[in-house]
């Protein structure tokens, strides 16, 4: 303040921060505990709305994507604050809208393509999304540009770290939780054999059915 009044006199003390460990301790715990509700969640709605191995595929490349964040919050000693755990709980978010895209691709594909096998199918449904994902990330990453250039310190590690997610996400999607359901061996009874079960509708055996009175 000394060297501030002698520049400029009319500078003023507005606020003083100070994050101690305590803080720091329950910024950990809080955001962990965070994770780990959004991860259930999102098994649990991948689970009902396709099936468990999606779920699992979508989860482990959700993941990945934020494994490598904090990796690279890690490894140059970047600041970790509510903003970014706030940036890492939005990238879950995002990259699981691309994994349900591709996964309801696949199950498009079993429906129409009864003679492909896995391995066509899932190449079929990435090829048919793959157009849709560049477009999406890329403007999304225009406006996350912006935010990092011009939003100032406030939001430059949220910006960063949602600008690492979206550019890892783009390929976690695609090539990560399609692999991982692949080698988890999913197939199309397993998306098809509960519509297969509800629109199921053979008679009940009767001995006298279909006899002349």
């Known amino acids: 303040m000394k060297v501030l009044e002698a520049s400029n006199s009319g500078a003023k003390l507005q606020r003083v921060e100070y994050v101690g460990p305590q803080v720091g301790k329950e910024l950990a715990i809080d955001g962990l505990k965070a994770l780990v509700f959004v991860v259930i969640g999102i098994m649990i709605y991948l689970s009902f709305r396709f099936e468990w191995k999606f779920a699992v595929a979508g989860i482990l490349a959700n993941l990945h994507d934020i494994i490598i964040i904090l990796g690279f919050f890690a490894f140059f000693q970047w600041e970790f604050s509510l903003s970014v755990l706030a940036a890492i709980l939005a990238v879950l978010g995002y990259s699981v809208n691309e994994s349900v895209v591709i996964f309801d691709r696949i199950r498009e594909t079993f ?58 996400g783009i390929y976690s999607s695609v090539f990560v939780a399609a692999a991982i359901a692949m080698w988890l061996g999913v197939k199309r009874e397993d998306l098809i054999q509960g519509e297969r079960k509800a629109n199921d509708t053979t008679r009940p055996e009767d001995p006298n059915f279909g006899a002349q009175i």
């Open 111 to 168: 429906r129409k393509q009864r003679k492909m096998d896995t391995k066509a199918v899932i190449d079929s449904a990435i090829t048919g999304t793959i157009s849709r994902t560049v477009i999406t990330h890329g403007s999304t990453e225009m406006m996350v540009i912006a935010m990092l250039i011009f939003g100032g310190p406030s939001l430059f590690y949220f910006a960063l770290a949602l600008t690492i997610g979206i550019l890892f």
